[in-house]
């Protein structure tokens, strides 16, 4: 380093460690503290009424206050919960959940990848249509799918749920996907087809690993939506050993009318592979859904 250049460097430096601070403002924001404890209390108290009432006796339920501890803690709710079927009912629905959030993460990522990258002619009809997609209600279109399910032998089987769960899970897929990949540079394509690389290989080895974030979104928001599912279950399947979690709720409600705590129960038990999968894949599931949309 010349003379000059160290001259002007300890000049530099002397400016800004001469430079005033700037003043931090620390205004507190009252309002927004006061209706987040507001926010908070509206979720946390039905989530606390319903872990407590689980735990509660069916006289102990009518007798004490909505929100008090129950004097007697049981768990003889979630014992009569799993003696009437209920490893059977979650069966059906992880097998439900996992095959239709296959389908749909595989065939959103391939549509999306081919989208982004020929996002003309039948690219772009396509990448279109399923925008469409997003603007028609399940409730509409329940008997058509009915029919066609009948039609191809499915119905009352939990392929007949899978198949329309897939459908109406991909454009939500595809657009989020295509958003991410926008992102990547079309450099890093380029630079692959230069060096040989087949449009697979660029698909696997570029545009896979980088929409990791992407795909783990999807992939969770894909199976909340499934593994909550009502209405496909309710029409497309009749036999008791077909029901998924969310229909078998229905029927542990009719089997127990006034106990309610065993309701409960089943509701809370129904509830905690949701709650894990949130919990262990938050960071990208935040992450994925507000890729692409800073721009």
Do not use: C
Request: aromatic content about 12%; overall charge positive; hydrophobic content about 50%.
């Amino acid at each position: 380093m010349s003379r000059t250049q160290n001259t002007a460097r300890k000049s530099t430096v002397k400016m800004i460690r001469s430079r005033p601070a700037t003043p931090i403002s620390h205004h507190r924001n009252v309002v927004g503290g006061v209706m987040s404890f507001v926010w908070l209390a509206i979720v946390a108290l039905p989530l606390y009424w319903i872990v407590l009432t689980s735990f509660q006796s069916q006289s102990g339920f009518f007798v004490g206050g909505p929100l008090s501890f129950p004097a007697e803690p049981t768990l003889d709710n979630y014992r009569l919960v799993l003696e009437n079927d209920f490893w059977r009912y979650l069966g059906n629905s992880a097998f439900v959940t996992v095959a239709a959030t296959t389908f749909i993460v595989a065939l959103g990522f391939l549509a999306a990848y081919a989208i982004t990258r020929n996002g003309r002619g039948v690219a772009k009809t396509t990448f279109t249509v399923l925008l469409l997609g997003l603007a028609i209600p399940l409730q509409a279109t329940i008997i058509p799918v009915y029919l066609m399910i009948v039609q191809l032998g499915l119905y009352d089987t939990l392929w007949g749920i899978v198949l329309p769960s897939v459908a109406f899970g991909l454009p939500i897929t595809v657009l989020i996907l295509v958003n991410f990949l926008r992102d990547v540079p079309r450099s890093l394509f380029e630079s692959a087809r230069i060096d040989g690389a087949t449009e697979w290989q660029a698909m696997t080895k570029i545009a896979l690993p980088l929409s990791r974030p992407a795909l783990v979104t999807v992939a969770i928001y894909s199976g909340i939506i499934v593994w909550n599912g009502f209405l496909f279950p309710l029409i497309l399947t009749q036999s008791e050993d077909k029901r998924v979690l969310p229909l078998a709720l229905t029927t542990y409600q009719g089997m127990f009318t006034i106990n309610v705590p065993a309701v409960i129960a089943a509701v809370v038990m129904s509830s905690i592979p949701v709650i894990a999968l949130y919990i262990f894949g938050r960071r990208q599931l935040l992450a994925g859904m507000t890729a692409g949309f800073g721009k």
